[in-house]
């Protein structure tokens, strides 16, 4: 199982949702697993990646929150919770589309 965090520096949400993913692997039984934080630091190179703005979760190279078409560009990505809009899914939010990622 390869978990990434894609982020680009210039937003700000991407260490609490590297804090978040942590906890949700652990919550559903991968403490095991790794997590790899990869930077995208060029419009061109999020273009090229099909970037959904900073934070996107992959697993396996599959995004975990496939809800909006790419952007394509380096901006901070919004998430719906439970509360609203956020910058960063609340770890139940992670621990559901882990589950339903690790049963596919």
């Known amino acids: 199982m390869q978990v990434t965090v894609w982020y680009f520096a210039g937003c700000p949400n991407w260490r609490t949702a590297g804090q978040r993913l942590r906890q949700a692997m652990d919550?559903?039984?991968?403490?095991?697993?790794?997590?790899?934080f990869v930077p995208v630091?060029?419009?061109?190179?999020?273009?090229?990646?099909?970037?959904a703005g900073s934070p996107t979760f992959t697993v396996d190279g599959a995004d975990l929150f496939d809800t909006a078409a790419a952007a394509g560009t380096l901006a901070c990505r919004i998430y719906s919770t439970p509360a609203g809009?956020?910058?960063?899914?609340?770890?139940?939010?992670?621990v559901a589309a882990l589950t339903r990622k690790m049963a596919s």
Not at 41 to 51: I, P, Q, V, Y
Not at 85 to 94: F, I, M, Q, R
């Open 41 to 51: 630091e060029t419009d061109a190179e999020a273009a090229a990646l099909g970037f």
């Open 27 to 36: 919550e559903v039984g991968r403490a095991d697993v790794p997590i790899a």
């Open 85 to 94: 809009l956020a910058g960063v899914p609340e770890v139940s939010d992670l």
